[in-house]
């Protein structure tokens, strides 16, 4: 069953749900978004129904904001349980401490930002929303100098956000040992036996040590076979303890040079925000993986790689970090962009008025051109940037 909400539904996603028929939730929500009558709706009050009397419910969301129906209407269920463990950054900490004990971290309210004395603190450090999405709100800290600019930023005016206080909430914070390593993000499920499938895993690019963006994500054959045993035995004892079934989970680690994975964060119930990684199966692999979840299924890696190359393929998220305001800019210049990028296959463009972002590309780039990427992810985009003529 899919329960759709704003602010985004791909038009991938929308051609699984038509071509293979699955059951789309009626919610006011989802009408506003999809206006096509043949789906196979199914009315708010049936599929309460449906999934209170299943022993597993299987459902999957595309935005974290559908939580709010879950969290509303499924209470019977081990659901809303279940999501909270890790929507919650520091109920999910508590969750898995015994499997990482000597991990360090705390909660503080946003009032205590302002009078914390970090001297105490293990350095560096991360501090981010215990609920949040998005990167919003997330700043590593290094020093007294990055702690003054990041009690400047953290303020309820600077964080206001689009999305409902069950995705985001600036009021409470988490504070965590920073962990070294390269980063990766996870697209996975639990299925029918409890089981882990793995989905798809990309290795988040970052710029320097203090940067938080999520500008490129990278796929590959090389990074599947790499890290996917491992990844598995890593979501093991969590699953087991959360006892999860028919569960989907974006998952963000980080690696160490030893191979030790530690765990940022786990987002349930989905995979990549905005229809991203789970799209990006799709162009990268040729299997859907929203397919491969309602219907338990596993990918077969090896026959996959039979006939793909090493090519890598990204997300890139056009961030705007160019410094000018919104109410600068006329638009972004996308034509220009693909004269620096070898093979752009999905633009999807924002409107950088209302998100932090001009678009998301879906990319394809070969093994010997990875400078591109670095490029790209070392950009502020405003070579890309057509800026407002003031009037003379």
């Not at 998005?134 to 590593?140: A, D, E, K, L």
């Not at 490129?216 to 969590?238: A, G, N």
């Not at 349930?268 to 299924?297: H, M, V």
């Not at 990918?299 to 056009?318: A, C, G, Q, R, V």
Request: charged letters at 30%.
């Amino acid at each position: 069953m899919i329960l759709i909400d704003h602010p985004y539904i791909s038009d991938f996603l929308l051609r699984t749900i038509k071509e293979h028929n699955f059951e789309i939730i009626s919610t006011k929500e989802a009408r506003s978004m999809i206006s096509d009558d043949s789906l196979n709706w199914i009315s708010e009050k049936d599929a309460k129904f449906k999934i209170i009397n299943s022993s597993n419910p299987l459902v999957y969301t595309n935005s974290e904001n559908a939580l709010t129906w879950i969290f509303n209407n499924l209470k019977e269920t081990d659901l809303p349980k279940q999501i909270r463990l890790f929507k919650d950054k520091f109920k999910f900490r508590e969750l898995i401490s015994d499997l990482f004990p000597d991990f360090l971290f705390r909660k503080i309210d946003m009032e205590e930002i302002q009078t914390l004395d970090i001297d105490e603190l293990k350095k560096p450090f991360v501090i981010k929303p215990s609920v949040g999405f998005f990167s919003i709100g997330v700043h590593v800290v290094h020093n007294k100098a990055d702690w003054t600019r990041v009690q400047k930023e953290l303020n309820y005016d600077n964080l206001k956000s689009i999305y409902p206080k069950d995705v985001m909430d600036a009021s409470v914070f988490l504070i965590e040992e920073y962990i070294e390593g390269e980063e990766f993000a996870i697209d996975a499920y639990f299925n029918n036996e409890g089981e882990v499938v793995i989905l798809n895993i990309l290795h988040h690019m970052f710029s320097s040590s203090s940067d938080v963006s999520d500008r490129v994500y990278s796929t590959s054959e090389s990074i599947i076979r790499k890290y996917k045993d491992s990844v598995e035995e890593f979501l093991k004892p969590i699953g087991k303890k959360a006892d999860l079934k028919n569960f989907p989970l974006h998952i963000e680690v980080r690696i160490d040079k030893e191979g030790v994975i530690r765990p940022i964060e786990i987002n349930p119930q989905r995979f990549g925000g905005w229809c991203t990684t789970g799209d990006l199966a799709w162009y990268a692999f040729k299997f859907n993986s929203y397919q491969y979840f309602i219907e338990n299924k596993k990918p077969n890696w090896d026959e996959i790689f039979k006939t793909k190359k090493d090519e890598i393929h990204s997300i890139i998220l056009l961030n705007n970090n160019s410094g000018f305001k919104p109410s600068e800019i006329s638009h972004f210049d996308f034509e220009i962009l693909k004269l620096d990028l070898e093979n752009i296959l999905v633009i999807r463009k924002l409107d950088f008025n209302k998100y932090p972002a001009f678009g998301i590309l879906f990319t394809e780039t070969s093994e010997g051109n990875k400078m591109e990427l670095k490029n790209i992810l070392n950009s502020d985009l405003s070579k890309y940037i057509r800026k407002l003529q003031l009037p003379i």
